[in-house]
């Protein structure tokens, strides 16, 4: 419970005891007090809720500045301090998680990936973020779980339906593997040769 909304409390439980010993006209200040009293607590409370609404809005700026500038080490500091006053703030997780990864802090990323996609599960990037560094640590069921769940959110997710293709190849599940190259090849995304894909699709017959 907040501080100030616990001495509320405490406050109004003294004032009931006094209240119900006290005279009339006791009774009438006390009120007026009581009264007083409330207002001033309740001014607090919004005081300070107002003050961590711009610490949130502080801090996570900060560390989109360095996130953006490629300073990764000083976007962890600012952007942990965002998730501590703001646990609830999925992009500040996400944001924290590519920070971890940039500076090789996988186990850190895995964590803030994983609390980012608690908050909002359908972020199907993030999945894929979290399938790569899965593959990189040789957790394929993992990994294949992720990007799985990544191309269902979002069906045009190229490059997870690739990388899902070669995990399904390194488990001898070549239809799944063919599946994914001739959806990819149906797509005809710009940008990527389809060519490679096609000669792929072969060999896998």
Partial sequence: MDVQATRIEKLLKTLLVFFQ????????????????????L????????TFLTKQKKKTFSEGMKYFQKG????????????????????????????????TNKLDKAIKSYQTSLKI???????????????????????AIAGLEKAIKLRKDFVAARLI??????????????????????????FGTD????EKKMESLK
């Fill in 71 to 102: 300073k990764f080490n000083k976007a962890i500091s600012d952007l942990k301090k965002t998730t501590e006053l703001n646990p609830k703030n999925a992009k500040a997780h996400l944001n924290l998680a590519q920070s971890y990864e940039a």
């Fill in 42 to 49: 309740s001014l607090g409370i919004k005081t300070r809720q």
């Fill in 21 to 40: 010993t006290a005279k009339l006209k006791k009774k009438f200040w006390l009120i007026i007090i009581l009264f007083i009293t409330i207002i001033i």
């Fill in 164 to 189: 899902l293709a070669e995990l399904y190849i390194q488990q001898n599940q070549k239809e799944k593997a063919k599946e994914q190259y001739q959806t990819v090849v149906e797509m005809k995304p």
């Fill in 120 to 142: 909002n599960p359908n972020q199907p990037e993030v999945l894929y973020n979290l399938s790569i560094i899965y593959k990189s640590q040789g957790e394929i069921k993992e």
């Fill in 194 to 197: 389809l060519a490679e894909i």
